[in-house]
Structures are given as structure tokens and as C-alpha cells.
């Protein structure tokens, strides 16, 4: 990043840290700018009610970024990270670390007796029209559930866009604008549980009541496009919501005789279900449900887990699942933070 960019970040950081303490009636201010030279760790001494603190400027800060920064806090004076973002894992690793922080979409704690603060404050970030104008398209989305598949790696462009089966050129233009919202770092990396709770606020499922279930008959198969073979590299039918989750382990109650819920890759292919099965005349007794999905990712990348759950149906990955199961804002968010499944980074 070029230095004058670097430089206007950090005046504008030191400029919200000083604003935001002058709003709860604390004289702070900046003693010096540490050159370029110096330490690199350390952006600017600050004054704050008479003590001094090392300042660090970051645009965000995710879980690991966190753990880096617990890891190497300076004992010569109190540390103070500014970021645009800071994840919640890594607010909890800078609190028991004693690392102090301003989150600038609202949040200040400084723990420096007889200084303490510890509160929402009022977000010194400009308008920007809201989170989540880079999630509209369907290209942002699927790069956004490809981040959060692996949480804790970097994402390079050529193979994001090879894996979800995009334009570079696309990929390029939907991980700049999640980066310009904040919820991506310049290495591809998510920030967490931030752009897992971001998504949930844009994915929407509009599930049809079927009459009855897909027959796996091959010729049935074909018309309907279930693609039960090679799911991992075909389009087809997606097991989705509570099957599936209790299918990635879950804490999900789910009978084996509950009606599954599908994604189908396509409106043609969704018609031709409605033709084949039939409604459902009440979808209190529905054999399964239906729904396009919201982006073609979910269909084209789909799990087999005959061989560790009694699941026969292909299923999607585990953040669509959990995006699902979000929807039920009671029950379904509380489920997604008692899963710790194994094997899988969590990403919300």
C-alpha cells in the first residue's frame, strides 16, 4: 500500500480516536507521528488523561489478525489498535490479552486504571449506504461462501474463480468490493463471524410444497436434472436446512422421515418438478420442498454423506446450511453457535 494512502488512514484513524474520546469527555491527543523508519508496529504515541499509548492503524482486524497482535503486544506503554472492522473472535483475543482497541463501527475499550472505558460509542466510519451492497450479486455471494468454506486462508483470485466456476474479471470486481465494505483483507481472508452475518442478511430461500419426492429412476433423474452422480463436480438437486444439518452434525432434531428441502439449479428445472410431483395440497403433509437457489454455487459443489449418515440425498456445503438454518432467528441462530462440527473452521 502506498505510503500517502497508509499516512491518510492513520491521520484519520488518530482523528476518530480523538473524536470519540472528546464525546465521552476525555482530553486526548497525539504526541508524535512515528516515522516510517521506526518501529513499524507502532503508528503514533497518543495521549490519552495523561498516559501514552502505542498506537497501531489497521483497516481490519480478523481472528488471526488478532491472535498476531496478542501475541506481540509492546510492554513499553499501554497498546491501542484503531480499525475500521474488528472481528468479535478477535476482540475477544485483544481483551484477554490487554491489548486496548477502538472499533470505529462503534465499539472503545481502554483498560488503563485509572482510565477505563469499555462501551458503544458513536461509528466514525463514513457513509457508505450500508453493509451489504457488495453481497447483491450473485458472483459477490458465491465468493463470499467460497471465503467462509476455509475461514482461516487466503483466497486468490484465478482460483476462487476456477472453483465456483466464474469470470477472473468477476471474482476481481466482487472481492474489491467486499475488501471496500470491509468484510474481505487484501489476501482474501473473511473477516469473521462479520461477513457469515452479512450474508444471512441477503440470502433468501422461497421453498414449494411437493406432493411428492424426485424418483431416482434414471430416466426421471435426467428430467428432473438431480445429477446424483459425481455430485462434487455436477450441477443437481441440493439437500438443504434440517436434514442436511443434522447430516453435518448439527445439534439439529431431525427424523429420518422429515420431508427434505432441496435447492434446484434453475427456474426450467424447478417447473418441471412442479409438473412431475404436483403441489402439495397442504405443506404441513408435503413430501418435500423446492427452491431455486439463490446462486449456482450451492448446486455445483455438493457433498456425498451416504457413507457417514444415513443421508442418500447429495447435500450442500456448510455455510449454506447454516445460512439456512440462520433464517429461523430463534432457534436456528442458537443451533449454528452450539455447532462446533469437526474438521470444519467456524465461520460464524
Not at 507521528?33 to 492503524?57: K, L, M, N, P, Y
Not at 506503554?77 to 463501527?105: H, M, Q, S, W
Not at 434440517?242 to 435447492?263: C, H, K, N, Q, V
Request: overall charge neutral; aromatic content about 4%.
Amino acid at each position: 500500500m502506498p505510503r500517502r494512502i497508509v499516512a491518510a488512514l492513520e491521520d484519520d484513524a488518530l482523528a476518530a480516536l480523538i473524536e470519540t474520546l472528546a464525546r465521552l469527555g476525555v482530553v486526548a491527543k497525539v504526541l508524535s507521528r512515528v516515522s516510517w523508519g521506526d518501529d513499524r508496529s507502532v503508528d503514533a504515541v497518543v495521549e490519552i488523561a495523561g498516559q501514552r499509548f502505542d498506537v497501531e492503524v489497521k483497516s481490519m482486524i480478523t481472528a488471526e489478525h488478532g491472535q498476531r497482535l496478542a501475541g506481540g503486544v509492546r510492554r513499553r506503554a499501554p497498546v491501542l489498535v484503531i480499525a475500521d472492522r474488528i472481528a468479535a473472535e478477535a476482540k475477544r483475543t485483544l481483551r484477554e490479552a490487554g491489548v486496548n482497541y477502538l472499533d470505529r463501527r462503534g465499539e472503545m475499550r481502554i483498560m488503563a486504571p485509572p482510565l477505563i472505558v469499555d462501551t458503544v460509542v458513536e461509528s466514525t466510519l463514513p457513509e457508505k449506504g450500508g453493509f451489504g451492497k457488495s453481497l447483491d450479486s450473485q458472483v459477490a455471494k458465491e465468493v463470499a461462501i467460497y471465503c467462509l468454506l476455509t475461514p482461516d486462508e487466503p483466497h486468490g483470485v484465478r482460483q476462487t474463480a476456477r472453483l465456483i466456476d466464474r469470470a477472473p474479471s468477476a471474482v476481481s470486481g466482487a472481492m474489491t468490493g467486499l475488501r471496500d465494505d470491509g468484510l474481505l483483507t487484501a489476501a482474501g481472508e473473511p473477516l469473521i463471524p462479520d461477513l457469515f452475518h452479512e450474508l444471512t442478511t441477503v440470502w433468501k430461500r422461497r421453498a414449494i410444497a411437493l406432493a411428492a419426492l424426485p424418483p431416482t429412476r434414471a430416466q426421471a433423474s435426467q428430467r428432473l436434472e438431480l445429477g446424483l452422480d459425481e455430485p462434487e463436480h455436477t450441477l443437481g438437486w441440493a439437500l438443504t436446512d434440517s436434514r442436511a444439518a443434522a447430516s453435518w452434525g448439527m445439534p439439529i432434531l431431525a427424523r429420518g422421515d422429515y420431508p427434505p428441502d432441496f435447492y434446484v439449479q434453475s427456474d426450467s428445472v424447478l417447473r418441471a418438478a412442479r409438473l412431475l410431483l404436483g403441489d402439495a395440497d397442504d405443506p404441513a403433509v408435503r413430501a418435500c420442498t423446492v427452491a431455486v437457489a439463490p446462486v449456482r454455487l450451492v448446486c455445483l459443489r455438493r457433498l456425498d454423506h451416504s457413507q457417514t449418515s444415513k443421508e442418500r440425498w447429495p447435500v450442500a456445503n456448510h455455510i449454506v446450511v447454516a445460512l439456512d438454518i440462520a433464517q429461523d432467528k430463534a432457534r436456528g441462530l442458537e443451533a449454528i453457535q452450539q455447532w462446533k462440527p469437526e474438521r470444519i473452521v467456524r465461520a460464524w
